[in-house]
């Protein structure tokens, strides 16, 4: 019976160390977006960006509680900046995808300044 009881607590530390999330904060499995050829990055706003023209569909790619995912979502363009730079999308309006190797700096101040560190 002892032999039971370790093997099963073993089992059930080892499932556990599976689903607990990195000690070091970082998303094991982060979700990023392509559009135009590009890849983004979301950040997070303290308000809402009204997405202006529409510039066609993008992708997300993360995971979920099925496991990993592709969907296709909208893009927009965000007043004074340049799609190259970040691109929003009326799916969450509390967002703003970054390009990769862009910086929070190289947005307008306006709407720099509600973009979560």
Same mark, same amino acid.
């Given at each position: 019976?002892?032999?039971?009881?370790?093997?099963? =607590?073993?089992?059930?530390?080892?499932?556990?160390?599976?689903?607990? =999330?990195?000690?070091?904060?970082?998303?094991?499995?982060? =979700?990023?977006y392509e559009f135009d050829g590009r890849t983004y990055v979301a950040h997070e706003t303290t308000a809402e960006i009204t997405p202006r023209d529409a510039l066609g569909s993008g992708t997300e790619t993360g995971c979920g509680d099925g496991g990993p995912y592709i969907s296709e979502m909208a893009m927009h363009d965000v007043d004074g900046v340049d799609p190259r730079v970040a691109v929003v999308s009326p799916v969450n309006a509390r967002a703003i995808y970054l390009a990769r190797g862009a910086e929070v700096s190289d947005l307008t101040p306006e709407v720099a300044a509600v973009v979560l560190p």
């Open positions: 019976m002892k032999r039971v009881v370790v093997l099963g =607590s073993a089992v059930v530390l080892g499932a556990v160390a599976l689903v607990a =999330s990195d000690p070091r904060g970082e998303d094991p499995c982060p =979700s990023t």
